[in-house]
């Protein structure tokens, strides 16, 4: 798949899957990070003078959309360890956590059924979200 039928493809996951918007929403990340480090990847072999042409911005700003998406998800990465580990989290929330994470780990390797997966990781969402509301 050439560079602009995967950024086709990354856009129209995240028009029309109800689940990445949600995320994408109540992440740190924004539209235009996501995007990018979707495409980057994406594949082994893209570089950031590729990324910049398909982003339509010059590559060093190609290379810090990138690095800013990419340092947020490390962080956010860390203080969820740390909300764990501290005891931040209710076990509820902390189990919730973690079968998501088996379940993005079965997607990642293309195991089980991606829809069922994905209909587990919708439903677990909503309950981390009513949690957030009762609270």
């Known amino acids: 798949m ?11 996951w995240i028009e029309e899957n109800k689940l990445a918007k949600a995320l994408l929403k109540k992440s740190s990340l924004n539209r235009e990070e996501l995007e990018a480090l979707m495409l980057y990847f994406s594949d082994d072999d893209i570089s950031f003078r590729d990324l910049s042409s398909k982003l339509e911005i010059n590559r060093s700003g190609a290379w810090k959309r990138w690095k800013k998406g990419y340092n947020k998800i490390i962080k956010s ?17 902390t189990k919730l956590f973690v079968d998501d994470l088996r379940d993005y780990l079965k997607l990642s390797k293309r195991e089980g059924d991606k829809e069922a997966i994905r209909r587990r990781l919708e439903k677990r969402m909503t309950e981390m979200e009513k949690q957030n509301v009762d609270r």
């Open 2 to 12: 050439n560079i602009d039928e995967e950024a086709e493809r990354i856009n129209e």
């Open 77 to 93: 990465f860390f203080t969820l360890e740390l909300a764990v580990y501290g005891g931040l989290l209710d076990p509820e929330a």
